[in-house]
């Protein structure tokens, strides 16, 4: 059974620093794409991250570009997105997901596997 447990989340000032955890169970990550979604009060959700299943490549939101880091470790089976220099626009659900479809885009992968979420409020 796959199963993503996301965790890390809370409140933090503008300009600081979070750490999200996305452990993954009942797949290994390799050969798989993930992806870090979020989602704000009244609007829709967006992907801020994702690796593909295709060539391993990871992509980013131009929101968040040069500020989040997707990074893996396989032998944990866990993902992580380092999120630096966060701002009040930054404040959401985090979930991640999972597929196993083969694709090389992210747009591409319908992402059928979801975490639960962790909040992440960044506010002074």
């Known amino acids: 059974q796959v199963q993503l447990v996301e965790s890390g989340g809370g409140l933090v000032q503008p300009g600081g620093s979070l750490r999200l955890s996305c452990a993954v169970s009942?797949?290994?990550?390799?050969?798989?794409?993930i992806g870090w979604f979020r989602q704000a009060p009244g609007k829709e959700r967006e992907r801020v991250s994702c690796?593909?299943?295709?060539?391993?490549?990871?992509t980013y939101a131009d929101s968040v570009k040069g500020r989040f880091t997707f990074s893996r470790d396989n032998a944990k089976n866990t993902v992580y997105l380092q999120m630096n220099n966060l701002k009040p626009e930054d404040t959401g659900v985090y979930y991640c997901a999972a597929d196993s479809i083969i694709a090389m885009k992210c747009d591409d992968i319908p992402f059928s596997a979801w975490g639960q979420g962790t909040q992440v409020t960044v506010s002074a």
């Open positions: 009942g797949f290994a990550l390799d050969g798989y794409a």
């Open positions: 690796i593909s299943s295709g060539d391993g490549s990871i």
